[in-house]
T-cell receptor, first 114, second 111 residues
Framework: GAVVSQHPSRVICKSGTSVKIECRSLDFQATTMFWYRQFPKQSLMLMAT?????????EQGVEKDKFLINHASLTLSTLTVTSAHPEDSSFYIC??????????FGPGTRLTVT | DAKTTQPTSMDCAEGRAANLPCNHS???????VYWYRQIHSQGPQYIIH???NNETNEMASLIITEDRKSSTLILPHATLRDTAVYYC????????????FGKGTTLSVSS
């Protein structure tokens, strides 16, 4: 299957700072990338959908000014958590899809805000 | 997307077949059945998908009932590494369509 990477795999930051998470499709061009969040013992929750070169579409309840998504190329999307707070601590997962092919997920990024 | 119903948890002995059921009684004609799994603290892994015919790949088999209202994922010889949360998702196979995850089934394989 296709390979999607995320960086960093783990990050600890102080409350009030911003954190950027990168998602890359390594061996294919992703027309669409998705960002999910997963709290402990819960399922994945879709945060937003991003298409290359256009603004992301956010799910209801997700603050677009807090979770900035940039999809600058067909192989890279970034999620920036601005002014992070302890309640933003979570497992963030991206996925990438190409045309009608299946979605492939990254390994996830564990964010801890202290 | 149509909703799916899965048992919360299942147990399976190593080496035996694991049969994971999923109900999707409101599935639409153009929606596919997808299965993904998530091993602890990792991203979900694609397993298999189908529309109405039974499907098999190197990981698993997917059996879809004739009325398409339910399906079963079969892991023919479960191993300890198959312990994971398994998600059954129905989705239109269209570019830009996200996967919406339910609660899934926690499969525990023991020796």
């Amino acid at each position: 299957g296709a390979v999607v990477s995320q960086h960093p795999s783990r990050v600890i930051c102080k409350s009030g700072t911003s954190v950027k998470i990168e998602c890359r499709s390594l061996d294919f061009q992703a027309t669409t990338m998705f960002w999910y969040r997963q709290f402990p013992k819960q399922s994945l929750m879709l945060m937003a959908t991003s298409n290359e070169g256009s603004k992301a579409t956010y799910e209801q309840g997700v603050e677009k000014d807090k979770f900035l998504i940039n999809h600058a190329s067909l192989t890279l999307s970034t999620l920036t958590v601005t002014s992070a707070h302890p309640e933003d601590s979570s497992f963030y997962i991206c996925s990438a899809g190409r045309e009608v092919y299946e979605q492939y997920f990254g390994p996830g990024t564990r964010l801890t805000v202290t | 997307d149509a909703k799916t119903t899965q048992p919360t948890s299942m147990d399976c002995a190593e080496g035996r077949a694991a049969n994971l059921p999923c109900n999707h009684s409101t599935i639409s004609g153009n929606e596919y059945v997808y299965w993904y799994r998530q091993i602890h603290s990792q991203g979900p892994q694609y397993i298999i998908h189908g529309l109405k015919n039974n499907e098999t790949n190197e990981m698993a088999s997917l059996i879809i009932t004739e009325d398409r209202k339910s399906s079963t994922l079969i892991l023919p010889h479960a191993t300890l590494r198959d312990t994971a949360v398994y998600y059954c998702i129905v989705r239109v196979r269209q570019a830009g369509t996200a996967l919406i995850f339910g609660k899934g089934t926690t499969l525990s394989v023991s020796s």
